[in-house]
């Protein structure tokens, strides 16, 4: 190879690597930081679960360092007669707190059900395929 050949080469390699790099910097900087405050009973998924059961549906979010702002989510998991409620607090939308709750017989699925309404309060385009409660939790 020529010597103006080798030197465009690199130059190639070079750019790309920089719009690489930089096409990942953009892609985290744009990730909403996200604090969680988490309640559940003994055996049910714990609040890092929850966290990247949402984050396998979107990269829109992430867990946000200990003096950033962030959005407060908060989770509530308590259990009932037929199972578990599942209650969620995000901040308010219009004007009015954004909360839902939800029931199922076990904490995984409630927590799968909650992780995918959070995905896609984040990202309308989330990922909406239900991962088996099972998959994630032993």
């Known amino acids: ?62 867990l946000a360092a200990v003096t950033e702002l962030a959005v407060p989510i908060s989770v509530d998991l308590l259990p009932n007669a037929t199972g578990v409620v599942g209650t969620l607090g995000l901040p308010p939308v219009g004007g009015e707190l954004f909360q839902r709750r939800v029931e199922a017989r076990s904490c995984a699925e409630v927590v799968v ?18 991962p088996a409660p099972a998959a994630h939790f032993p």
Do not use: E
Request: charged share 15%; with cysteine.
């Open 1 to 62: 190879m020529s010597r103006t050949g080798g030197v465009a080469a690199l130059s190639v390699m070079i750019a790309l690597s920089l719009a690489f790099f930089a096409t990942s910097a953009r892609a985290v900087d744009a990730a909403q930081p996200i604090r969680i405050r988490y309640t559940a009973p003994p055996g049910c998924p714990n609040s890092l679960q929850f966290f990247w059961l949402v984050r396998s549906r979107t990269d829109r979010v992430r």
């Open 113 to 130: 059900a909650l992780s995918l309404i959070v995905a896609l309060a984040f990202d309308p385009d989330a990922a909406s395929a239900v």
